[in-house]
């Protein structure tokens, strides 16, 4: 629950944004266009920001990070809500926004890949991802009723100032510290930064009691205790090692992540076109009000949702039936070792038939649009492609986790590098090819060039993915004791 909580930031923030575009402008006295440029600046350091954070979270904890974030997240929305004079600070803020709010995803990877082992990653990966996706959906709506009912933007990021204080109490007092790095595998008693505040408030109360009663036991355990700590916290000084940020752009290049990378930021770049085009068709072609334009995106919300519940269940199905198929017994308690084992199989088993419909609804919801056909239809065709969009982004960023085991969040990171480049390339293109080939043929060539390029890839991952793999983490092996 909390998880799934603290992964709403970032997709809650940029759609909730949304709707205030021309109360921003008028406010500010600039163009549209203008304001625009905020929603660019937020791009790019949703880009950014899982550089820094979510690298350092496999270092320093995902819990420090998770602090350090939601509080930055929480100023910038404080100051954007009491701005109302300056265009720049606007600019400022909301870059500062973005960078606390967008590494939170690729942070929870790393969670779940600490907590659960590779066979057991989908059932709690598929809900939580789910609902976040949910909030790409939700986002205008509850923007648009924020700003209908208050008569102004302020309290769209008061709302968001409200919300990342809630996080960021509630990371404080009930998330414990989960980065092996830091805790290993549970065992370790870190120092006071990696614990809830709850467990040191019953903590100090404790001793405290423990104190006004004399007792000779709590001399000698706050001792104890505070040998071991200082023995403890030199462990862990000792065995971290500092991230380079640049990490998660070198994983762009091997020719195994690459392939990966693909198969989860493409079919996000393609949500994020259709998502594109819902105002001005259902507005221009169906002659619907804003209230309804702002209704057609909850076909695609409950898609999100019911494709990540049920795709979470079929990655853990997928995963036992590898195993069972290569006569491999998998180890629930420690986990399997992936050296040995075809991840890349299993994750990517049944890939083919989901790439089928995807072309076949992608194209289909192109022409639908095109020819303006009842609504229903572009309706449904939305739902399919959210499920499928969404099932793809979990199973690929799943396996990027599952083959950079010491470094999650870094992997994490890559992938949203990776969706954030095609995210802005599809977008930028997308007018422009409308405007000369038509909504039909446009969305033909997504599914050519994202699916087509999928069933390539897709090919590539199961035939040679696990060499490849292979071959590039003997090369870093050797590249690493090579700098010793």
Known sequence: ?????????????????????????????????AVNLTITIY??????????FATASDSFGRRTIY????????????????????????LVLRALQSLGASAVLAIAYGVVADLCVPAERGSM???????ANLAVCVGPVIGGWIALGSGGYQWVFWALVIFGGLIFAT???????????????????????????????????????????????????EKGTSGDQVTIQGKIKSSLKVANPWTSI??????????????????????????ATIPPVYRNNYKSNEFQIGLSFL????????????????????????????????????????????IEKARARGAWYILAVYICALSGYGWAVHFSIHKSVPLILQFVLAAICTSFQQTFNALLVDIFPASPSTAAASGNITRCILSGIAVAVLDPLVGIM???????????????????????????GMKWRNCRTRQTQHNAQGEQ
């Open 43 to 52: 791009i790019v350091f949703q880009a950014v920001s899982p550089l820094v």
């Open 438 to 464: 038509g909504r039909g043929w446009f969305f033909t060539l997504l599914s050519v060039l994202s699916g087509g390029g999928g069933v390539v890839a897709n090919w590539l991952i199961n035939a040679k």
């Open 67 to 90: 602090l350090i974030t939601y509080a930055l997240y929480s100023l910038a929305s404080l100051g954007l809500a009491l701005n109302r004079n300056s265009y720049a600070v606007l």
């Open 125 to 131: 990966q598929g809900p939580t991802m789910g609902v």
């Open 171 to 221: 990371v404080g007092f009930a998330l414990p510290e989960t980065a092996r790095n830091v805790v290993g595998n549970g065992s370790i008693n870190t120092n006071k930064w990696s614990k809830p505040w709850w467990s040191l408030l019953t903590l100090w109360v404790t001793k405290r009691y423990i104190r006004e009663k004399g007792s000779q036991y709590s001399k000698d355990m």
């Open 299 to 342: 076909s695609g919300g409950f898609g999100t949702v019911l494709g990540g519940y049920a795709n979470g269940k079929l990655m853990d199905l997928n995963y036992k039936t590898t195993a069972k198929k290569i006569g491999h017994t998998v180890d629930k308690k420690y986990g399997d070792d992936l050296t040995q084992f075809p």
């Open 250 to 275: 070198r994983i762009l290049f091997w020719r195994d992540t690459a392939l990966v990378l693909w198969m989860a930021g493409s079919p996000y770049a393609v949500w994020y076109c259709v998502q």
């Open 1 to 33: 629950m909390i998880l799934t909580l603290t992964m709403l930031a970032s997709p809650l923030t940029a759609t909730i944004y949304l709707p205030l575009l021309p109360l921003l402008a008028n406010q500010f006295q600039v163009s549209l266009q």
